[in-house]
């Protein structure tokens, strides 16, 4: 391939295309000429087991991951996806420029596919590369509707002698709304589960209270890595994928794929020299790279060599070091790569707490933009800006800014070594959490004389009611992100949470600001680490609205999403399907509930919540024939605030009548993790309670509660009573979690006395 040839297919995946811009008139023109690839994946539903894990999951083509997708540069991919479900479902095309209205978001570009019916997508290919597929309905995801594409070049510019797909996935035997549900509700089981939670005894016995304190004082338990447990991590649908049959010697380009749900990998070879030679489908400079980060939804490829003797072992750990997976080239005696250390957690909230965050002015990293070469628009052979309406601005509204300190803050441009050594510490693992290595081939700068739209986007959320957010505000809440073709949109993305998130544009590619400079890469994904900023441009240059959201599919699901807009008419065969549906998957009621079972009295609590509403009901009874019941309504005035309206019933015994008032409150969850409660009945009688939880030891929860409720006898005053009466109800105890459901726990109250019993979870 030309130098040329190569400059041209960059810029363009840089500048995007008109392939976007073509509504129903230009696709015909589009397709003539093309030679047809055609494909038909089918969908279902059912039992499905992997790596030994089995779970209610979906199929296509019968089995987890879908089929891999080839084709050749130029071709025009006709795809018909046949619903075999009682449930919609829909395909995106990950990575793909393509046209609008078959990127397939449900609702915001693409119709749903509907039960028992098809669809059909039709994509002219004008990239090569390696990409993948997956749903995105709901959380489908996650239970198996994914697959790989893989586009070969017309005229090859690498050279390699065999290729093989390494798709990375998670996998649990959980329902995935179940997950969900279990994340929002607060359980710590997951991390439990994977021996990956921080108790109390721990920090103190590191030293880390005071960094526990202030991880406390800002709402946090600590540094977090992965919310959820799997019990399978998969190449290619499997803990080990085989390549025996390869001949020694043989150059092998390896498409990795990181399909996942929800997990990082850290990749590690045990050899083979490889170099990476592409990222999320562009060519890149060749690189070699023994180990990197392997954020969800990119895209690398490798080439390695098989070696003489000895199979050649590739892994990937989770993140968190809760699990692994691998793939095996070649055979004979394995040459081992290395499996990634769990990462030392008490060690990262030392040094994340000395970090200084604080309300203010935006720190842009700015870069300025070169010429934009003339053939930027000629691939396509038509110009689709007169298509185009492009009055809109970007939406400024939502000014929620951050500064930083320097010394703690700013980006991190230094590689260190690769090792092999047993130590992979914190200090060593954050140097990879930037794209330094990755440089274009050519440059990718655009010309000065365009007008560049700067952009601040702080990645937010709450990890207690797990509900997502940019800059403060769930996609339910949020308008669309307007921005205007023909201009340079800049964003500094600023991420002030604890995790990762890798944020993905959908039909576009960006240029991720690194070291490289004019040679910085282009990306469709891009992560961003806690409490880091990276910054990413991309030209104005395509039709319609396009989704951008994090790439955890928890995270976006929990509302850390948007719609970039270009403002333009929206395509008529989108008008039976609004919007709105896409935005209220982000907004659903999830439902769950406790009850403890025990020797001196019983409870249950159940909660139905929404990112603004929610329901609660309480009962609770003694074995005397006490007891108290309470319904209420809260609205969230933001992530720690709400209020509420009810009424409680209760009385004093079997034989004594209930007293029902109705009352007003307000709930907040404090600094230090408490969980306030004030309210105000009818009868003018004020009630304060408070609570906490802290885990003490790996399993064993310390729990705390005090309810104090005063009648001053400003209302219904009592003869012979005093103008002012107190009760006090307190309790201390201790849970120990058995599984994600059932706990077994011990209590002192000061009514009832001592006790202990089940706490159940549902």
């Known amino acids: 391939m030309s130098k040329l040839t190569l400059l041209v297919g960059l810029t363009l995946l840089f500048s995007g295309n008109s392939l976007a811009q073509v509504g129903t008139n230009g696709q015909d023109r589009l397709e003539k000429g093309r030679p047809v690839k055609r494909y038909e994946l089918t969908i279902a539903s059912g039992k499905v087991t992997l790596a030994g894990v089995t779970s209610h999951g979906m199929t296509v083509n019968g089995s987890v991951p879908g089929p891999t997708l080839e084709f050749t540069e130029g071709d025009l991919a006709v795809i018909t996806v046949f619903n075999k479900m009682d449930v919609e479902t829909s395909v995106h095309w990950h990575g793909l420029i393509l046209p609008n209205f078959y990127d397939g978001v449900p609702y915001l570009t693409t119709p749903p596919i509907k039960p028992h019916s098809s ?10 590369g390696t990409y993948w597929y997956h749903s995105h309905t709901m959380l489908q995801e996650q239970k198996g509707v994914y ?7 017309k005229e090859p510019s690498l050279v390699y002698d065999r290729d093989i797909v390494f798709l990375l996935s998670d996998w649990t035997g959980e329902r995935s709304e179940h997950v969900l549900k279990n994340l929002k509700r607060g359980n710590e089981w997951y991390q439990v589960k994977k021996k990956t939670a921080v108790p109390l005894n721990r920090v103190i016995g590191r030293g880390a209270l005071g960094a526990q304190l202030k991880f406390w004082r800002d709402r946090m338990e600590g540094a977090d890595i992965a919310d959820i447990y799997y019990p399978a991590f998969l190449t290619n649908g499997q803990r080990i994928d085989s390549h025996p049959n390869l001949t020694p010697g043989e150059k092998v380009r390896l498409r990795m794929i990181n399909a996942s749900a929800s997990t990082y990998f850290w990749v590690d070879f045990g050899g083979g020299n490889p170099r990476i030679v592409s990222s999320d489908g562009v060519d890149v400079q060749p690189v070699h790279k023994n180990r990197f ?8 490829d490798i080439i390695l060599t098989v070696p003489e003797e000895g199979t050649l072992e590739i892994t990937a750990t989770a993140q968190d070091g809760s ?100 130590s992979f510490d914190y200090q060593q693992r954050k140097t990879y959490f930037n794209y330094d290595f990755l440089t274009a081939k ?29 800059n403060g505000k769930p996609l339910s809440e ?9 201009e340079v949109t800049r964003i500094t993305l600023n991420n002030l949470t604890m995790m990762h998130h890798p944020m993905h544009l959908h039909g576009h590619y960006f240029r991720v600001i690194n070291a490289q400079g004019d040679h910085s890469p282009l990306k469709h994904t891009v992560n961003v680490p806690p409490m880091k900023q990276v910054t990413i441009e991309f030209y104005n240059e395509e039709y319609g609205d396009w989704f951008f959201h994090c790439h955890v599919l928890y995270h976006m699901m929990g509302g850390m999403a948007r719609v970039f807009s270009y403002d333009t008419e929206r395509d008529d065969r989108m008008k039976p399907f609004p919007v709105k549906n896409l935005i209220h998957e982000t907004d659903r009621f999830y439902s769950w509930g406790t009850a403890r079972l025990g020797s001196n009295f019983n409870e249950i609590r159940l909660t139905s919540s929404s990112i603004r509403n929610e329901f609660n009901a309480m009962a609770e009874a003694d074995y005397s024939g006490k007891v108290e019941l309470q319904a209420d309504y809260s609205y969230y005035l933001n992530d720690w605030v709400r209020l509420y309206a009810g009424v409680n019933s209760e009385n004093e015994g079997t034989s004594e009548p209930f007293n029902t008032v109705a009352l007003a409150g307000l709930r907040y969850f404090m600094p230090y993790m408490f969980s306030l409660d004030f ?7 004020p009630r304060v309670r408070l609570d906490r939880e802290l885990l003490l030891f790996p399993r064993l929860f310390l729990e705390a509660e005090y309810d104090y409720r005063a009648d001053f006898g400003w209302i219904n005053k009592t003869e012979g009573v005093s103008e002012y009466q107190g009760e006090t109800e307190w309790l201390i105890g201790v849970s120990y979690i058995l599984s994600k459901n059932f706990s077994i726990q011990a209590n002192y109250n000061n009514l009832y006395g001592w006790g202990g019993g089940l706490l159940l979870r549902f």
Not at 147 to 153: C, D, F, H, L, P
Not at 449 to 463: A, Q, S, W
Not at 679 to 685: A, G, N, T
């Open 119 to 128: 669809f059909e997508y039709r994509i002219p290919l004008n990239q090569s």
């Open 147 to 153: 697959g790989s594409i893989v586009i070969k070049e």
């Open 293 to 300: 980060l392997f954020a969800i939804a990119e895209t690398y």
């Open 323 to 422: 699990g692994h997976t691998s793939m095996h080239l070649g055979h004979g005696d394995l040459l081992p790569a290395k499996v990634i250390s769990r990462p030392d957690k008490i060690a990262m909230m030392k040094q994340m707490s000395t970090m200084d965050m604080k309300m203010g002015a935006p720190t842009i990293i700015s870069n300025p933009l070169k010429k934009t070469p003339e053939f930027l628009k000629k691939k396509y052979g038509m110009s689709m800006k007169d298509n185009m309406k492009p009055e809109a601005m970007m939406n400024d509204g939502m000014k929620v800014q951050m500064s930083m300190n320097p010394k703690s803050h700013e980006m991190n441009h230094e590689m260190s070594m690769e090792t092999d050594s047993g």
């Open 442 to 470: 050519d440059s990718t700068m655009v010309d000065p004389g365009i007008k560049v739209n700067e952009m601040l986007l702080n990645l937010t959320g709450n990890m207690n009611r797990y509900i997502w957010s940019i």
């Open 478 to 486: 949020a308008d669309k992100i307007k921005i205007k073709g023909g």
């Open 679 to 685: 309210s105000l009945d009818h009868q003018l009688r």
